[in-house]
């Protein structure tokens, strides 16, 4: 694989785990919301980044890498956190909401951050920017239920 190739799926493999966190996080908070069209919403979201997974997964091997597998140690650390800060809670929905846009704003950041590097192919870039504003545009949408609970 040459170096600018493996870079690119370094890069992409990064993104891939940081959905695998996303997919876990929000079947996680699917299971803590008491709301049946919060409990919904979240399962929407844990499909979309199931389906972004799989995106990213098909440009790794394109590119002629190999897709990561599992989520990342800070991840599973983030969701014990939302446990903890859950029980402790008297309002379960609106701690899991504002723990799902800290989580999105970060991976923000992440693709960003991506987007930045000179390293992506235009196919790579493509994908990445589309994920991108599917995710700013959870974000908008889990600020707006914020703003309802």
């Known amino acids: 694989m040459e170096s600018t190739n493996k870079e690119a799926v ?5 993104l891939l785990e940081r959905n695998y966190d996303a997919e876990k996080g929000y079947k ?14 979240f399962r929407d979201y844990a499909s979309q980044r199931y ?5 990213l997964k098909s440009e790794i091997r394109r590119l002629g890498g190999d897709p990561e597998k ?7 650390l983030h969701r014990t956190w939302i446990d903890i800060k859950t029980a402790l809670s008297s309002d379960k ?13 970060a991976a923000l950041d992440d693709y960003e951050d991506v987007l930045k590097k000179n390293e992506l192919p235009i196919s790579s ?3 990445i920017q589309r994920q991108h ?6 974000v908008n949408r889990l600020n707006q239920i914020e ?3």
């Not at 389906?51 to 995106?55: A, M, P």
């Not at 504003?133 to 959870?138: G, S, T």
């Open 125 to 127: 870039r493509e994908v």
């Open 133 to 138: 504003d599917k995710i700013q545009a959870a």
């Open 147 to 149: 703003r309802t609970l």
């Open 70 to 76: 599992g989520t990342s140690t800070a991840s599973s």
């Open 28 to 41: 996680k908070a699917a299971e803590d919301s008491k709301s049946p069209v919060l409990k919904d919403f």
């Open 51 to 55: 389906d972004f997974g799989h995106e």
């Open 10 to 14: 370094n890069l992409l493999n990064d």
């Open 93 to 105: 929905d609106e701690t899991v909401v504002e723990e799902c846009i800290r989580g999105e704003k």
